[in-house]
């Protein structure tokens, strides 16, 4: 009887404060602070969300109830912050890598959702949870998006909420994030031409592991690359990894979408016509 009872207290709160979070477990990443935009990347992880038809200040309430009594009957603990969905209103509570075996599938009312790492601008701010505050920082960080020209948007804003009903007002904190990109910059493989063989990397971002893998293949034998005028140029503008080698004449002589093996590479480059003329050039 006791615990129906705070329920409904901490439920009959949340619906007059669109974002309730109340013993947070902890925090799924690092907040930005009030007044400053920054770009930072949100870890892959499992979240739950629930949704109603409307606008998320208007239905906090609805969104919350479904999500707690998930949590709750799973004994999940809660974790900062709450993301919220505006126009299609939805809420979705992050869960810490440490309860995320005690989630128990989607339910009706709550769909359980495994995200991958997201790269967003992020704008912090502080006051109120309200519609107000949401649109002026929300604007604030697409006049400073549009200014920008190595980023651009992918994806529509949303916001981020920290503190539940229980802190004043005056001391809460919170985030518009939009999901970005960055904007993909022109390599002029003609400077090279006659000059250096290129190994155009092409990968979703410079964290992806196999770009990295085939980073560190080539960190190893540099002087060998160095030898037959290898040069590597990175583009973050394909959904997966490419490896491409670009002859000196500029010509593509291998694609793979796996790293190359340097022995291989130096094998290819060996058999070349151009290479052998190099080699003989460097015996005389």
């Given at each position: 009887m006791k615990s129906s009872c705070l329920?409904?207290?901490?439920?009959?709160?949340?619906?007059?404060?669109?974002?309730?979070?109340?013993?947070?477990?902890?925090?799924?990443?690092?907040?930005?602070?009030?007044?400053?935009i920054e770009i930072k990347t949100l870890p892959a992880g499992i979240l739950l969300k629930s949704t109603v038809d409307g606008n998320y200040f208007d239905n906090g309430g609805k969104l919350f109830g479904p999500l707690f009594r998930y949590i709750s009957s799973n004994d999940i603990a809660m974790t900062t912050p709450v993301e919220a969905v505006i126009d299609d209103a939805a809420m979705l509570f992050w869960v810490a890598p440490s309860e995320v075996e005690k989630v128990r599938g989607s339910t009706a009312t709550?769909?359980?959702?495994?995200?991958?790492?997201?790269?967003?601008?992020?704008?912090?701010?502080?006051?109120?949870?309200?519609?107000?505050?949401?649109q002026e920082t929300r604007?604030?960080?697409?006049?400073?998006?549009?200014?920008?020209?190595?980023?651009?948007?992918?994806g529509d804003p949303y916001g981020v909420y920290w503190n539940g009903?229980?802190?004043?007002?005056?001391?809460?904190?919170?985030?518009?994030?939009?999901?970005v990109e960055r904007v993909p910059s022109e390599i002029d493989l003609a400077a090279h031409q006659w000059k250096h063989r290129v190994v155009l990397l092409s990968a979703p971002s410079a964290s992806d592991s196999t770009y990295r893998d085939q980073l560190a293949l080539f960190a190893d034998r540099k002087p060998d690359m160095d030898e037959r005028d290898i040069v590597v140029l990175s583009q973050f503008d394909s959904a997966a990894f490419?490896?491409?080698?670009?002859?000196?004449?500029?010509?593509?002589?291998?694609?793979?979408?796996?790293?190359?093996?340097?022995?291989?590479?130096?094998?290819?480059?060996?058999?070349?016509?151009?290479?052998?003329s190099e080699m003989r050039q460097s015996r005389d």
């Open positions: 329920f409904i207290i901490i439920l009959g709160l949340s619906t007059l404060l669109p974002s309730p979070i109340l013993m947070a477990a902890e925090e799924a990443f690092p907040p930005t602070h009030p007044g400053t709550v769909e359980v959702l495994e995200i991958p790492e997201r790269t967003v601008a992020a704008r912090g701010t502080k006051g109120s949870y309200s519609q107000t505050n949401y604007e604030a960080l697409e006049a400073w998006l549009a200014e920008q020209t190595d980023w651009r948007a992918t009903p229980f802190t004043p007002w005056f001391m809460k904190t919170a985030e518009v994030h939009i999901p490419q490896a491409v080698l670009v002859g000196k004449d500029g010509g593509r002589k291998r694609e793979q979408a796996k790293p190359m093996d340097p022995d291989d590479l130096f094998a290819l480059i060996d058999s070349m016509p151009m290479r052998r």
